[in-house]
């Protein structure tokens, strides 16, 4: 069942903590690493957040989107060390993990396929490693994963990694940067309130339920148009109380 009752109808929701893993610089800018960057800045345009301070050595921003507080975080450490940054983020704000969401790369998965995970291992990317070493080795916290791709034949992972996106590849992360950051166009979305009126709120968030992070469904996805339902086109994951 899809779920409808959202943030905005809670009497003091939590805040959440949104962490882009990437490396710094321009040398690294658009590159298969630095999606979970780009995921974060697509997410702040979408909600007029600025992520432009550094805080805990993180390009930091903050605001309210609906009734409830966000934090945006794009770790400065470079990727292989981005728990020196979101472990104490998380620590300062006093965030329970399963209001953490961790956006990374994921060569496991079709580049511009985007699945959300409740919890899990490190699949071998350094960046959540690090993470979770800095999480006190907790995984219970959920992760945006985003599709990259495999490299080509006996190519280099690391290579593949900090190469930029080739056209077509970067037509499918621009499409689904773009699909996870508008607003849904749809006739209901008066019944979607806050970050449900988002697109990018069936990517990121899932029902907040007896302290744990659920799935109402799960899905594997590159646009709206796949989903059949009109209640799935305006807005799978939502924060609940």
């Given amino acids: 069942m899809i779920v409808r009752r959202c943030l905005s109808t809670a009497a003091q929701p939590r805040p959440w903590l949104f962490v882009g893993l990437g490396n710094p610089g321009e040398k690294y800018h658009g590159t298969r690493h630095n999606v979970g960057f780009e995921m974060i800045d697509a997410f702040a345009e979408s909600v007029s957040i600025s ?27 470079y990727m292989n060390l981005s728990g020196e940054s979101a472990g ?18 994921d060569m496991d998965l079709p580049c511009g396929v985007l699945r959300l995970q409740d919890k899990g291992g490190h699949g071998r990317h350094n960046g959540l490693k690090s993470v979770i070493y800095h999480f006190r080795g907790n995984r219970e916290f959920a ?10 034949g006996q190519m280099d992972p690391k290579a593949f990694l900090l190469q930029k996106f080739n056209a077509a590849g970067r037509e499918r992360i621009d499409a689904a940067l773009q699909e996870g950051s508008r607003p849904c166009p749809c006739d209901n979305s008066a019944h979607i ?5 988002s697109r990018a709120s069936k990517y990121y968030f899932s029902h907040y339920e007896n302290g744990h992070l659920s799935y109402s469904r799960h ?20 924060i609940c109380q």
């Fill in 88 to 105: 104490p983020l998380a620590a300062y704000y006093k965030m329970p993990l399963n209001r953490v969401v961790v956006f990374h790369d």
């Fill in 219 to 238: 899905y594997s996805f590159t646009t709206c148009s796949d989903f059949t339902s009109q209640e799935a086109k305006c807005g799978i994951w939502n």
């Fill in 143 to 152: 992760r945006l994963r985003i599709g990259i791709g495999n490299p080509p």
């Fill in 193 to 197: 309130e806050g970050l449900g009126k």
């Fill in 51 to 77: 992520v432009d301070r550094i805080h805990f050595k993180a390009l930091f921003g903050q605001g309210v989107v609906g009734d409830a507080g966000v934090f945006l975080a794009k770790p400065q450490t």
